[in-house]
């Protein structure tokens, strides 16, 4: 039996993860801050079940700042496969938290290579690094030798960590990967991400429990995916007989507006009735036609995207409706004034 470390486990990709390793008979492993609050609803699935908790997934407390703890698990567990899934994704965020951005995206990524170094037994590494990187390219659609012209705090901060990763491979030998992943969404995102935002707000007005959603620029496009696909891709990379850096996206771009539209229709809604705009949630620069060609990923892995863009959002939608019409008006909702996040 594999054994697999996740930093990050209980976000949408990292509990995606866990589901897809616990199934191919992997014992997993995973990192998670400390908080006041013990709940992590991505995970609850495998909580509940008495076989696989504390059985075949493990969790373990630490912080990316925290080396000494990040040290004694990596010897602890002595993993076979590390996915570094962890640090801030948001990238609305990053410009007004820029310092924290790099330091637990950039520096954060530094400090598990550096601890990988002095392993014994050193782990296989998948980076997941972002179409942020490339943030206004000259060229489309972006490959894995696009130049990084990231326009963000977030993307520069994945742009180090990218290359960084690239320096440990060629300098000392390590089995490090980096996967640059477009967008990719379902169920498990965050709400502050627009993708969950928007389908929650158009299940949450169906059933009367919100009036509106504000949203910022609605002509922002992205290649948006479904999460599940990139997950599998993250696995791909480190089966491998050579590490490398593949490229995972749909080749198809789409704006929010398209987003929105496709949402509402879900629920049988006209978007125009309820969504206003707000021009304090438009980024302070937005990245220029993001669309990836994933030709190698297809070609050296066999990676292939499964859901297209209108089933993914039909998807996200209708869960959200379901769960809401459940919970009832017990859960408060966001309002739809988070950052519009692309």
């Known amino acids: ?32 801050r400390r908080t006041s609050s013990l709940e992590r609803s991505r995970l609850a699935h495998l909580f509940k079940n008495p076989d696989i908790y504390n059985k075949r997934l493990f ?26 899934l962890a640090g801030q994704s ?36 998948f980076h997941p690094s972002s179409s942020e990187i490339f943030g206004q390219p000259k060229s489309f659609p ?5 130049p990084y012209l990231p326009t963000s705090p977030y993307g520069c901060a994945k ?13 000392y030998g390590l089995f490090a990967c980096n996967g640059i992943m477009y967008n990719h969404e379902s169920p498990r995102r965050g709400e502050n991400f627009v993708s969950r935002k928007i389908c929650r707000a158009a299940a949450a007005i169906k059933l009367g ?15 948006w995916g479904y999460a599940p696909d990139y997950v599998r891709g993250m696995w791909l990379s480190l089966q491998q007989q050579k590490a490398d850096d593949y490229l995972f996206a749909t080749g198809e771009t ?13 629920m049988d809604l006209k978007w125009e009735s309820y969504v206003e705009l707000d021009t304090t949630l ?30 993914l959002i039909n998807l996200i939608t209708r869960t959200e409706f379901d769960s809401l019409q459940q919970l009832g008006s017990e859960r408060p909702l966001s309002g739809g004034i988070a950052f519009n996040r692309t």
């Open 90 to 125: 948001h990238v609305g965020l990053s410009f007004p938290m820029a310092e924290m951005t790099c330091d637990l995206t950039a520096i954060g990524t530094l400090r598990l290579l550096e601890i990988m170094r002095d392993m014994p037994g050193k782990p296989r590494l």
């Open 254 to 266: 789409h704006s929010v507006r398209e987003l929105v539209d496709l949402a509402f229709n879900a």
């Open 282 to 311: 438009f980024r302070p620069s937005e990245p220029l036609r993001l669309v990836g060609n994933a030709s190698k990923a297809k070609h050296e892995l066999g990676w292939m995207p499964s859901c297209s863009f209108q089933e």
């Open 209 to 223: 429990l919100q009036s509106k959603l504000v949203l910022g620029n609605l002509d922002a496009e992205r290649d």
């Open 59 to 84: 969790l373990h407390y630490a912080d990316l700042e925290d080396i000494t703890a990040l040290r004694r698990i990596f010897l602890g567990i002595q993993a076979d496969e590390l996915y570094h």
């Open 159 to 171: 742009a180090f960590a990218t290359q960084i990763v690239k320096v440990y491979r060629d300098c």
């Open 1 to 32: 039996m594999k054994l697999a470390l996740i930093t990050g486990i209980t976000g949408q990709d990292g509990s995606y993860l866990a589901d897809y390793l616990l199934t191919n008979d992997y014992e997993v492993h995973g990192v998670v």
């Open 142 to 146: 972006q490959n894995e030798d696009t």
